[in-house]
């Protein structure tokens, strides 16, 4: 029994991450209806980004995350002003493939500044057992995906709050269900483009961060984005609460079935569980966790 | 491509007849086709002798009698064209009638021609046939090509072409004889008998029919059919009326005697690109097709790039200066003949090609005179297009441009078999194997065209030069006197200003007056894209005719004219003192133009008095109401004030005439 | 999934011009508690042409759907020549011969116009996939033999110019023409009509009558079309049944329609009481 | 320009409807083809076999093959890599069971097989649509590869996990294995090519081929007037399945000659396919070609340039090439959303017009 609470919980902190990851994909998916595939790539530029300018000039990690931002922010504003502008009014998959584009440039240029090795990541995050749960419920738990939980709802819980209070987060939600309301807000539909994408780089920096103290900062953690994929066709593409209930199931689902189910089939099953998970999931529920029932119109 | 392989035989001398020839000879090559349901639909000369035949023998089930004449209304349809043959099968005669007049004009050539039967088009036909029907009594029978809406009709009197052809199908399977007896009323007919009624939309008064006999539209045909190395790998496009003598010798006398297919377009408006895709191998059009052709170009030229212009112009120049004497075989220097070659591949090809004239063996224009600029751009590109003069009386050929002969000015020397004279008068005459049999039930008018020795007025002043070409200066009655006494012929003035491209029609005015002095039409199309590229803003017609810098162009237009008038003696003293433009288009709906597009000069002296007064007075403006019908028939009217603009004159330049200053 | 088909009865098979074609019986449709439709009862008797008219929402265009099987009514019946139906799939009733064109132009943008109507002809074409992967022999003859069908139509309703033109450069006018065509392509028995004369000029209109009047005479199509000109209704039609709020308040010649009061009233806006 | 149409008339439906109505079309193709077949075999070396020549046929067809499901169906895959293994390791084990089966049916049994299996993963788009429908299909590029890797049945229990292709013949002629000679690979991979495609074009304009089109352009249109959704799809998918494997097939056995599916049938194998139909031109089979050339030879050029050019490190040069190829991908986006067919398609619009401008 503590050894299957231990695999659910640590399948919920696995999730915590994957809803960090989904979070940016629904976050850009939401303001422009782009299904961004770069969003794992990000992850990577930004953690080597990060890493990267500690290396360099041995600045303490607050300074490297605040110019790390900065970074993100520029870049968010270079793919608006290159990439997005010129290609407004194009169809989705057209889009989706110059993400696709992007995630190849980021990936050789990202190499190419900090070179492909592979970088420890650390910035004094607890490892380790925690103690504390070892000691009272005789359950195993690392710190460091304690940490990574707490950071996400953290997260979560200011982005919420972004979208719900200021001007701007109205402004974003507006501008997903109708562009005009949110051109009436006052704010451009270009600026609401950048500021969305400097927010999903943002949760990328936080995300890679995260899973680059876990296992590295290498060429895999964009790899992390295919995880992410089954997390948003579970909660679907646009909702925010089913990114976050949706990373929960599949980390739960994924490490529960490798233990359970993986050493009957051979193993190695996390790669493709979630995505059957998912999908068996959306063949009784199309419209995904927390999407509303399509009627169709003719 | 090597003459037919036909030795002709002279005994073949009816329609009939050359239709059982072609079909034995000719069986499995394409007769005629239509574009319909998206393909060209094609017939061979077997299939159209079965077709013919079919409908032959259940026309003469219905009743039609030798002698009887059948009416043929409507665009250029296969069927139509094959009605004109059964009936002369059976010794009837077809008659041709304008598809576009409306109801009333069709009553005086229907009953003039005692038409018992009529072969149309469509409902619209059918319809308008109906709605005369009581002024009718001799016609019988009204049959029918095109099915549409016409299921509910009355059908007692009323037959579609399936359905005569049906019967004459049945009598076939009854009476095994029944082939053979239509082929042997078909040798009965004789060369002598009558083909064809073609009426002739004269300027004034009422039509007269122009009868046709076998021997002049067969004798004439095979004359051109010889003079232009005609056989039976032309194709041609039919596209012209029916009822005008000039698609009759092309698309049916000519099509039979060389055995060449004949291509009839979709709708008329797709004329152009039904062309394109057929490629004409012989074609023929009045000069207003070759105008709008050229005009159509330029105004799509205009939007293009900057390079592709200059391309498109300098090879235009090229093409200009070594275009004509590499056509008619002249010495060129090597390096113009490979810049011509250049041009060839990045220009006059495509263009041809565009045009679709890229297989064309020759070209005819004839009908009025084309302008030297129009003429010599076409044969620039090396297209073989010619002159001709010719008229419904002499089954259109009077005299033709023989190749390596080319002159703008003239219409070339007398076709094979006729012989010209030029009257005292001025008048031309001529004499041929095609001069028609007579006029229709009008001895009068007949033996006042046509002298006991066969001579035939054409009612055209004009002269032989010294090169033996026949150059025709206008209508003979219209050639008239200044008060100074100097020749005014109008159409020569008009048409000088129609080579304009903003000019789509002129009228002058002068005989027996003090000056010459002109109504001007301008052309929308041309002139409205001037407007369009000059910034010219205007609401309709009527505005963009009045508008300060239209007149100005057009007052360019007219200076340019006196000059050239100035430089030739004989027409110096009819240059234009003043001109106006008018407010609206002239229109065959309102009787200002006749059916083939010709400007009635009395007609129109007689609706737009005021302004010609206002043009004689020296009034600046003139106000005017004119009544016009629109397209759907209803009647308005409109008012503007015209403005009328003086001109200056030129001293006559003695001797030097514009042709030979060029 | 219902793979199989009922066999296809004979088009208008036992029913005589006149006689009852469709029976639409006490339906109700609703959308999560909304309600669309309310209780409607009518017939569309064959050779006719039946108009169905109302105010923005009455429920026109859901009645449509009705009849052609795209939503399935959670009350009512719909008898199809003589036979009950229950649930039917749109295709389904595409193969019984109920055809249909849309308020929102519906053609499939990417093809030109002669593919778009012969895909109108895609049940009548049997072919296996094997000869289609050839294209030739008995896939090239019925493809041949269709493409002439489909060439008639165009003739007939004069869009021989944009014949391989993609629909999706064609104007409005001509974009409803085309949808028109692809919907005789299927040669139904029963031709459902939804505003096929909106946004249109008038000229667009007088055509678009004609084709209507010429098709109904023509081949003898039975037609059920929505309109929101009233001039076109009473023209064209010859019953006419009126929605507001999705019920039925009236059914009946043109003129009688035009006289009621309640109809009167739905189309000035009187509240209901 | 060179376009001299006029006096080209139809007089049948058959003509009117040919795959090059346009005789200057007909001509061309055909010259290309004779260029192909003939002349090619006689040039190419083993460097451009293998360099060149291979990867373009092989991924042509895979690229012709995801681009009838993309492009002419509307459904948008992310398992072409899958599929590609699916025929791979289904050539393996026919190879391996089946010694006398002929090479040429062992392929076409591979795109069989893989069809099949294009159909079991197509079901779910019935029901879902768009991105989701697009991410369900990784569903089966993981599922696929994890099944080949695991299961021992697949590549006959080897301890590297493996296959090779064994030495086939046709007509005498080795075609698989270390001792095939380059122009017969070539000519091989040609011949399918050039068939399958001749085939996917008369699909694609019959009956069947519009649906597909009608499915992509409006479904819900296309089923009120009788279009069967779900046949469609999975027609579609069949078919699009059938190609790739064929692909997979001849990539493995012709090309590779041995394969580990980690590598070779990755998930850059579906976004690289997927590129090529993108670039090349959704729903156009000329698009497919061009796209697979432009993907296969940029590299190939870019590298060229790079180190050999330039001389930089092979290392250095990857990252750049990488990132290049993600600019050049954008870049294309931008300059024409619609593909090199569309390129050539508006060219060949001018080149007819010439020298008018509309």
């Known amino acids: 029994m503590t050894f299957f609470i231990e695999t659910v919980l640590s399948g919920l902190m696995a999730g915590v991450m994957y809803s960090l990851v989904a979070l940016g994909f629904v976050l850009i998916f939401k303001a422009s209806g782009i299904f961004n595939f770069a969003q794992g790539v990000m992850c990577l530029f930004a953690a080597l980004t990060f890493v990267g300018i500690m290396e360099k000039t041995g600045v303490p990690w607050p300074v490297s995350f605040v110019l790390t931002v900065g970074v993100m922010v520029a870049l968010a504003w270079v793919i608006e002003r290159f990439v997005l502008s010129h290609l407004v009014n194009q169809e989705p998959i057209i889009l989706f493939m110059a993400t696709i584009g992007l995630a190849y440039f980021l990936e050789g240029f990202g190499d190419l500044l900090w070179g492909s090795d592979v970088k420890v990541l650390n910035i004094g995050l607890p490892s380790g057992a925690s103690d504390w749960m070892l000691d009272s419920f005789d359950i195993y738990v690392e710190k460091l995906e304690v940490v990574a939980a707490v950071t996400a709802a953290l997260l979560v819980t200011v982005l919420a709050v972004f979208f719900q209070k200021t001007r701007v987060g109205r402004a974003l939600r507006a501008v997903a269900d109708d562009h005009q309301a949110a051109l009436s807000v006052g704010i451009s539909l270009r600026s609401i483009w950048v500021i969305v994408w400097s927010v999903a780089g943002i949760v990328a920096l936080v995300a890679g961060i995260m899973w680059g103290s876990k296992s590295g900062v290498q060429f895999s953690l964009s790899l992390i984005a295919l995880k992410a994929l089954p997390v948003l066709i579970l909660g679907g593409f646009t909702s925010i609460p089913g990114a976050i209930v949706g990373g929960l199931i599949i980390g739960v689902g994924e490490k529960v079935a490798e233990i359970y189910v993986g050493p009957m089939v051979g193993g190695a099953i996390e790669n493709w569980f979630a995505y059957m998970l998912a999908l068996a999931f959306l063949l009784v529920r199309p419209q995904g966790l927390f999407g509303e029932r399509i009627i169709e119109r003719v | 491509m090597a003459g037919s392989p036909v030795v002709e035989r002279l005994d073949e001398d009816t329609f009939p007849k050359i239709l059982l020839r072609n079909a034995r000879v000719f069986a499995d090559r394409p007769s005629i086709r239509e574009k319909d349901l998206g393909i ?191 056989d039976e790998h032309e194709e041609i496009i039919a596209y012209l009326p029916m009822a005008w003598i000039g698609d009759h010798v092309f698309s049916l006398a000519q099509a039979y005697t060389a055995g060449y297919c004949v291509n009839c377009p979709e709708s008329v408006e797709t004329v152009l690109s039904d062309r394109r895709e057929i490629a004409p191998t012989y074609f023929f059009a009045p000069p207003r097709v070759f105008e709008g052709l050229l005009t159509h170009i330029m105004v799509r030229m205009e939007d293009a790039g900057k390079l592709k212009r200059k391309l498109f112009d300098y090879f235009l120049d090229v093409a200009r200066e070594v275009g004509e004497p590499i056509l008619n075989g002249e010495q060129v220097s090597f390096g113009d003949r490979l810049k011509y070659r250049l041009g060839e591949l990045l220009v006059y090809g495509p263009l041809k090609n565009q045009m679709g004239f890229n297989r064309l063996k020759v070209g005819y224009t004839a009908g009025e005179a084309i302008g030297p600029e129009i003429f010599r751009f076409y044969r620039a590109l090396g297209l073989n297009l010619k002159q001709l003069y010719g008229q419904t009386e002499a089954s259109v050929y009077i005299t033709m441009q023989p190749d390596g002969q080319i002159f703008g000015d003239t219409v070339g020397t007398p076709a094979p078999d006729v012989e010209i004279k030029i009257a005292d008068s001025g008048e031309v005459l001529y004499r041929s194997p095609g001069v028609f049999v007579g006029y229709y039930k009008n001895e009068e008018a007949t033996s006042s065209t046509k002298t006991a020795e066969g001579w035939v007025h054409t009612g055209d002043a004009g002269f032989i030069d010294d090169r033996g070409h026949l150059k025709i200066i206008d209508r003979a009655k219209d050639v008239g006197k200044l008060q100074s006494g100097s020749l005014f012929a109008p159409k020569y003035i008009e048409n000088k200003l129609k080579f304009f491209p903003n000019v789509k029609e002129v009228v002058a005015f002068g005989d027996g007056r003090e000056f010459s002095g002109v109504f001007v039409n301008i052309d929308l199309t041309a002139v409205g894209s001037w407007a369009e590229r000059n910034n010219v803003n205007y609401a309709s017609y009527q505005e963009l005719a009045a508008h300060p810098q239209v007149y100005k162009m057009i007052e360019e237009h007219v200076d340019q004219v006196n000059r050239d008038l100035a430089s030739e003696p004989m027409m110096a003293g009819a240059q234009i003192k003043r001109f106006l433009i008018l407010h609206k288009e002239l229109d065959a709906d309102d009787g200002e133009l006749t059916r083939t597009q010709k400007v009635r000069r009395s007609f129109i002296a007689e609706r737009y008095a005021p302004l010609i007064e206002a043009l004689y007075d020296g009034s600046k403006t003139c106000h005017v109401r004119t009544e016009v019908t629109f397209e759907d028939g209803r009647k308005g009217a409109i008012e503007a004030n015209i403005q009328i603009r003086d001109m200056k004159t030129y001293e006559p330049v003695g001797g030097i005439t514009r042709e030979a200053a060029e | 999934m219902n793979a199989h088909v009922q066999p296809q009865p004979v088009p208008g098979s036992g029913i005589a011009r006149g006689d009852v074609l469709l029976q639409v019986d006490n339906v109700s449709l609703s959308f999560g508690g909304v309600k669309a439709i309310t209780n409607i009862s009518f017939d569309i008797r064959k050779g006719e042409i039946r108009a169905i008219i109302g105010p923005n929402g009455a429920g026109k265009t859901s009645m449509l759907n009705v009849i052609n099987g795209f939503y399935h009514p959670q009350e009512g019946t719909i008898t199809w020549r003589g036979e009950k139906r229950r649930k039917m799939k749109p295709y389904e009733a595409a193969s019984q011969g109920i055809a249909r064109t849309f308020q929102n132009v519906a053609l499939f943008r990417g093809m030109t116009t002669l593919d778009n109507i012969m895909t109108g002809r895609g049940l009548k074409m049997k072919k296996s996939f094997f000869w289609q992967c050839l294209h030739w022999g008995p896939a090239l003859t019925e493809e041949i033999e269709h493409r002439r069908r489909v060439e008639e139509i165009i003739d007939f309703l004069e869009i021989q110019a944009i014949r391989k033109t993609p629909v999706g450069r064609l104007p409005y006018g001509l974009q409803k023409r085309v949808e028109l065509a692809r919907a005789l392509a299927m040669e139904p028995d029963l031709l459902l009509l939804d505003e096929p004369m909106a946004g249109m000029n008038l000229e667009e209109k007088e055509d678009m009558s004609r084709f209507i009047l010429d098709v109904n005479q023509q081949f003898g199509t039975t037609i059920a079309l929505i309109e929101h000109d009233m001039g076109v209704v009473m023209d064209l039609s010859d019953r006419v049944v009126v929605l507001d709020y999705g019920r039925k308040i009236a059914d009946g010649p043109p003129e009688e329609v035009q006289a009621n009061q309640d109809v009167i009233d739905a189309y000035l806006g009187v509240p209901h009481g | 320009m060179l376009y001299r149409e006029a006096g080209q008339f139809k007089t049948t439906y058959a003509a009117d409807q040919a795959i090059f109505p346009i005789a200057q079309d007909k001509w061309v193709v055909i010259a290309f083809a004779a260029i192909a077949f003939i002349a090619v075999p006689f040039l190419v070396n083993d460097y451009w076999t293998n360099a060149v020549f291979l990867p373009l046929l092989i991924y042509g067809l895979a690229a012709l093959g995801l681009n009838i499901l993309v492009g002419y169906c509307g459904q948008i895959s992310l398992g072409t890599g899958g599929f590609m293994a699916v025929g791979a390791f289904a050539s393996y084990k026919l190879m391996t069971s089946f010694p006398e089966l002929n090479i040429v049916f062992v392929v076409l049994l591979s795109g069989g097989i893989t069809a099949l299996v294009g159909v079991m993963f197509g079901l779910p788009s019935l029901r879902i649509k768009g991105f989701y429908l697009a991410v369900a299909t990784l569903a089966a590029q993981f599922f696929l590869i994890w099944l080949f890797n695991k299961v021992g049945w697949f590549y006959n229990y080897s301890a590297t996990g493996q296959i090779s292709a064994p030495d086939r013949a046709i007509f005498g002629l080795t075609v698989t294995g270390p001792t095939a000679l380059p122009w017969v690979k070539y000519l091989f991979c040609l011949g399918f090519l050039a068939f399958f495609a001749l085939v996917a074009k008369n699909v694609v304009r019959g009956r069947i081929g519009r649906n597909w089109m009608a499915i992509r352009d409006m479904d819900i249109a296309a089923e009120l007037i009788g279009v069967r959704p779900l046949q469609t799809k999975l027609s579609a998918f069949a078919f699009s399945s059938f190609y790739v494997g064929m692909a997979g097939s001849l990539l493995f056995a012709v090309y590779l000659g041995a394969v580990e599916v980690t590598e070779a049938f990755s998930i850059n194998v579906s976004f690289l396919v997927l590129f090529m139909v993108i670039i090349g031109g959704l729903g156009s089979i000329l698009g497919s070609f061009l796209g697979a050339t432009f993907l296969v030879l940029m590299p190939i050029m870019l590298k060229n340039a790079m180190v050999d050019g330039m001389g930089l490190l092979p290392v250095f040069a990857k990252h750049v090439e990488i990132m290049l190829m993600g600019l050049l991908i954008i870049f294309f986006l931008i300059v024409e959303p619609h593909g090199l067919a569309r390129l050539w398609q508006i060219t060949k619009e001018k080149l007819r017009l010439w020298p008018f401008p509309y």
């Open chain 2, 40 to 230: 060209w639909q094609t017939w061979t000369w077997a299939e159209v002798l079965d077709e013919i035949r079919a409908f032959s023998i259940g026309l003469k089930q219905s009743g039609f009698k030798s002698g009887d004449k059948i009416a043929i209304v409507g665009a250029n349809r296969p069927r139509l064209y094959w009605t004109m043959v059964a009936a002369q099968a059976l010794g009837g005669v077809p008659v041709p009638v304008y598809a576009d007049s409306v109801a009333e004009e069709m009553v005086y050539v229907l009953q003039h021609a005692e038409v018992r039967f009529a072969a149309v088009e469509d409902q619209e036909q059918v319809d308008k046939l109906l709605s005369i029907a009581d002024r009718l009594p001799l016609l019988e029978h009204i049959v029918y090509d095109d099915t549409r809406g016409l299921r509910d009709y009355d059908h007692t009197r009323l037959h579609s072409f399936e359905g005569i052809q049906d019967e004459g199908r049945k009598a076939v399977a009854a009476d095994s004889g029944a082939i053979k007896a239509w082929e042997a009323g078909i040798a009965e007919t004789k060369g002598s008998d009558l083909a064809v009624m073609l009426y002739t939309s004269g300027t004034t008064g009422q039509p007269k029919g122009v009868m046709l006999s076998f021997d002049n539209l067969v004798i004439s045909a095979r004359n051109g059919n010889t003079f232009d190395k005609l």
